[in-house]
């Protein structure tokens, strides 16, 4: 279907194109904001908040740093590999006025992710924050990093309580064990040393690239989507547009610069990196980092102190959050957009929530090549569960067979989407780029969809064996590839099991060579190498699995099972 499609058929306020020249580079989003509102709280995280003017700053001296005290050039990588704190949008901002490429990287990766993510990236410069000093230790000598700037929890804090924050998190917490790195240079000291400088303006254009953001595939090790500044500046604005739906009063739904965004999913995933780093930044809205969401009590103390009016999460997280006794007696009176994404959200969650808020969950689609936001549904009573909405202005969605032709509506097949935030391809990797955008760039997504004469398309199935936890992507191929390289283990097989606190979860069936393996040894090897999300939460020994006369596994034979 042609984008025009569905021109009429999005709610009031929301235009059906989008203005792709208003913003040069995401750097114009960012230094233009800035200015506008520079007297407004930008960020706040630990009881300190950031304006707009600080954060423009701070900023502005750790790019100044990079320019002055390395030798990295416009187009190199920095990885940046840190939770939800208010270092996190100064160094990624940093990095990209210095004209760096920002390579995302979760802090909770095993050694085995990081080498494979900072090797295939070629980084060469790092922030990380300290609890995680040990393991890049570790995986350095095998990449090509050279730079590394050191972030603490209390950096950003005043002196006397950020000093405490730090000791408490390294002697009482324990959660610093020893390493040695004597060449990494603190981030305290990167902000003083570029204060005085000048920045040196680089040049971004639209179909620069800004973030390498990795994503598992199908086959093999994560590969990383390259998304340039003109993707996310149209995300940002494809979002926005979707955020100017007027409601029966004819107001706008979200009003400039007063807003008060929770954000407790990770910035470096790019559902929350585009949508509370860069939309909330060019409406001048307020983000409140929460650091680690799992602590929900800490979490809800935190809401308590805000009125707030936005909160991303996924279903896990609004689960966890209503499981807590304190979380019914918080002020909603604010609470105008719950979004819901990464996984699909359960019907019962979406109306225990708006029964206890008054606010409905609005679901929408969206995966890393499409930086990410390709759909969503209109606000309020408009939404529709069940539905991942309408495409967002100036994308298109199509569904094929397997042969290419396109399908009419209401038939399922492989969705396809075409649009200005669609990544320029994956780093370095022509061959998996060509395997999926055509020449007309369209993207073929893996996932099978509906979409339904009104517009609004479902996502009925998974055509890849892919297995989604808590929002995060796991591939089989991976789980597999590495378990392949335990000693003791003949063959195996990674399945995704439903999972009432994290939608799936990852049910590995293990065959074990002469001699046998328990799942006591498997279960101490997959923490070794998976990052949490990853790691499997059934682990099954059998005598054999099931396979084809040429001896593929059948994973869909032991879903049936499962």
């Known amino acids: 279907m042609h984008a025009d499609f569905w021109n009429d058929k999005r709610p009031a306020g929301v235009p059906a194109q989008i203005d792709l020249d208003s913003y040069k580079s995401i750097l114009e989003v960012f230094e233009r904001s800035c ?114 700037i050191e972030v603490k929890m209390g950096d950003m804090l005043p002196t006397a309580k950020g000093w405490l924050v730090n000791t408490v998190v390294a002697k009482v917490k324990k959660m610093v064990p020893a390493y040695e790195l004597p060449q990494a240079v603190p981030f305290k000291s990167v902000l003083r040393r570029g204060k005085g400088h000048e920045l040196r303006p680089v040049q971004a254009g639209l179909d620069d690239v800004a973030v390498l953001q990795y994503t598992g595939g199908t086959t093999g090790p994560a590969k990383g989507a390259m998304l340039t500044h003109g993707n996310l500046v149209a995300n940002m604005l494809q979002i926005l547009a979707c955020f100017s739906q007027i409601d029966a009063d004819g107001q706008k739904l979200l009003k400039e610069g007063q807003e008060v965004m929770i954000a407790p999913l990770p910035l470096y995933h790019i559902y929350a990196f585009t949508a509370n780093c860069m939309c909330m930044m060019v409406t001048g809205n307020h983000n409140v980092l929460i650091t680690n969401p799992r602590d929900i ?14 909160l991303l999460g996924l279903n896990t997280l609004f689960v966890a959050l209503m499981d807590n006794p304190e979380f019914k007696n918080l002020d909603f ?65 199509k569904v094929i067979d397997d042969d290419g032709n396109e399908m009419p509506l209401g038939e399922r097949g492989e969705l396809c989407i075409k649009g200005p935030q669609v990544m320029k391809g994956y780093w370095q990797r022509p061959d998996a780029t060509a395997e999926a955008m055509d020449a007309e760039g369209w993207f073929k997504t893996g996932d099978v969809a509906v979409i339904d004469p009104d517009g609004f398309t479902r996502i009925v199935d998974r055509k890849k064996d892919m297995i989604i936890v808590s929002g995060f992507n796991v591939y089989p191929n991976e789980i597999e590839d590495v378990m392949m390289a335990h000693p003791k283990v003949a063959s195996c097989a990674a399945i995704g099991v439903p999972d009432e606190r994290s939608g799936e979860a990852v049910k590995l069936f293990v065959v074990a060579r002469e001699g046998g393996v328990t ?23 059998r005598d054999s699995l099931p396979m084809t006369p040429v001896g593929k596994i059948l994973r869909r034979e032991l879903r049936d099972i499962a």
Request: hydrophobic content about 40%.
């Open 333 to 397: 009176s604010a609470l105008k957009v719950t979004n819901s994404g990464g996984t699909a959200l359960v019907k019962a969650t979406a109306e225990r929530w708006e029964s206890i808020t008054g606010c409905r969950i609005v679901e929408g689609y969206g995966l890393t090549e499409t930086s990410p936001v390709a759909s969503t549904n209109p606000y309020g009573q408009l939404a529709r569960l069940g539905t991942v909405g309408i495409p967002v202005p100036g994308t298109a969605f």
């Open 519 to 541: 799942v006591e040894e498997l279960k101490a090897y997959c923490k070794a190498n998976f990052t949490g999300y990853k790691v499997p939460k059934h682990i099954v020994l």
């Open 297 to 310: 009590a800490g979490f809800v103390k935190e809401l308590k102190k805000w009125r707030f009016s936005a």
């Open 35 to 148: 200015k506008k509102f520079a007297d407004r709280p930008a960020f706040s995280n630990l009881g300190v908040t950031l304006t707009y003017a600080e954060l423009e700053r701070h900023s502005a001296a750790f790019a100044a740093y990079l320019q002055q005290h390395t030798d990295l050039k416009p187009g190199e990588r920095i990885a940046v590999q840190m939770p939800n704190v208010l270092q996190y949008p100064i160094a990624v901002f940093g990095a990209l006025r210095a004209g760096l490429i920002v390579v995302n990287t979760n802090p909770l990766y095993t050694a085995r992710e990081m080498r494979h993510q900072f090797k295939d990236s070629g980084a060469r410069a790092l922030v990380y924050l300290n609890v995680f000093g040990k393991l890049v230790q570790e995986v350095l000598p095998d990449t090509d990093i050279e730079h590394l």
